[in-house]
């Protein structure tokens, strides 16, 4: 959902590298004056003074400003990160989820069209079903960034629907805990998603994203329905691909009827039937010799959620693998962390084909232009560093 990082929750598990932000604003002007100031801004916006209640007594968390400053890097590829996050016990553990909730999600299918594994892969990541929801109190940490100089604005909004969830009377406020970035509940909405596209669907009159499951797993589907979900669409199907191709049309900007992949040679791995028209795009997550799928318009709303594409397409798999497909084919690609990427984009850098950041995140940036490298050296342009590439980027 637009996170200004993954959650708290999976940060834990996944991230490896530690790389300072590069913010350095400084906090001026105390703490206290300054939430004295937002009530005042929160009624003038229209909320009750019983809402407005709710931050009396709240005291900055300097935890929250480190743990945002301290920017973790997420630098995982898609195999170790889908070993860790999609595996047979998550993939157990969902199916028995669906099995136990069957009437909720036929009632849900019914109504938005998210089949069952997709909402189940979001709530297995982001809390393992509820088990992590994160314990930090929501308002404070809201009121911590949005007092705080980095993201003020942004948290400031956050803070203020923070403030309309307690109004609208969906939890108490001391109710109102997740991990330190704000986000809330089973499947990590932040306040402004939360207040947008929660449902009340046990009937019980409150939104209650924490402890009821209906609610969570209708708004989980309402919020990807409102992203553009089409019914009864895939999202993902891992393929076989051809020894040679134009590597370069693996790009999810270049999509093509599924007829015209078969045409090169592309294969559905698990034989299913797709209509031959539907739009698809390649996706070669570690490059050529890497996992390969082809990824159809329901994988741009996983995009819209949370826009690390390792992270989504993580998901998405995981989801296909709930829906019974079966283990993807691994091929031999070797991943690239934190410090080899940043060595990478040190290199790419040094010849003109980047222009980002070195920040040793392997994303759509850095990737576009291990593309480029490799058109301009005459290597296969998959888009994933290998060590000829290396070698030649090191080569003057
Ligand atoms: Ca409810």
């Given at each position: 959902m637009k996170k200004p990082l993954?959650?708290?929750?999976?940060?834990?598990?996944?991230?490896?590298?530690?790389?300072?932000s590069g913010t350095a604003c400084t906090n001026t002007g105390s703490f206290d004056r300054w939430l004295t100031q937002f009530k005042a801004e929160a009624r003038k916006e229209g909320i009750s003074p019983r809402a407005i209640a709710a931050l009396d007594g709240v005291t900055i968390d300097q935890s929250v400003i480190g743990a945002d400053r301290k920017q973790s890097v997420f630098s995982q590829s898609f195999l170790e990160f889908s070993d860790r996050m999609a595996n047979k016990n998550r993939i157990a553990a969902g199916?028995?989820?669906?099995?136990?909730?069957?009437?909720?999600?036929?009632?849900?299918?019914e109504k938005w069209g998210v089949p069952a594994a997709v909402i189940t892969a979001y709530w297995a990541l982001e809390t393992d079903f509820g088990a992590n929801n994160g314990n930090q109190s929501t308002l404070r940490s809201l009121a911590t960034l949005a007092y705080d100089c980095r993201r003020p604005e942004k948290f400031r909004a956050e803070l203020m629907d923070a403030l309309r969830i307690v109004e609208r009377g969906d939890m108490p406020p001391e109710e109102m805990k997740g991990p330190w970035a704000g986000e809330m509940g089973q499947t990590q909405f932040v306040a402004s998603i939360y207040l947008k596209y929660g449902v009340d669907f046990d009937g019980d009159g409150r939104v209650d994203l924490i402890r009821s499951v209906p609610d969570v797993l209708a708004s989980s589907a309402n919020y990807l329905n409102a992203l553009g979900w089409r019914r009864g669409e895939p999202w993902l199907k891992e393929v076989r691909i051809p020894e040679h191709m134009d590597w370069a049309e693996a790009d999810l900007n270049i999509e093509k009827p599924v007829s015209e992949w078969e045409r090169k040679g592309v294969r559905i791995a698990d034989g299913s039937k797709v209509p031959g028209s539907l739009p698809a795009a390649l996706l070669l997550p570690m490059g050529k010799n890497g996992p390969a799928f082809l990824v159809f318009q329901n994988f741009k709303v996983f995009l819209e959620w949370n826009q690390s594409l390792v992270y989504c397409t993580t998901v998405a798999y995981l989801a296909s693998r709930i829906d019974g497909a079966p283990a993807?084919?691994?091929?031999?690609?070797?991943?690239?962390?934190?410090?080899?990427?940043?060595?990478?984009?040190?290199?790419?850098?040094?010849?003109?084909?980047?222009?980002?950041?070195?920040d040793g995140k392997?994303?759509?940036?850095?990737?576009?232009?291990v593309r480029k490298a490799q058109q301009k050296f005459g290597l296969p342009a998959d888009a994933y560093p290998s060590p000829e590439l290396i070698a030649r980027l090191q080569s003057r």
């Open positions: 993954l959650s708290a929750v999976l940060a834990a598990a996944l991230l490896t590298g530690v790389a300072e199916s028995g989820k669906i099995a136990k909730n069957k009437a909720i999600f036929q009632k849900i299918d993807v084919t691994r091929g031999h690609a070797v991943g690239f962390g934190y410090e080899p990427t940043k060595e990478l984009q040190t290199l790419l850098r040094g010849r003109g084909f980047y222009d980002g950041e070195v392997l994303g759509l940036a850095t990737r576009a232009s």
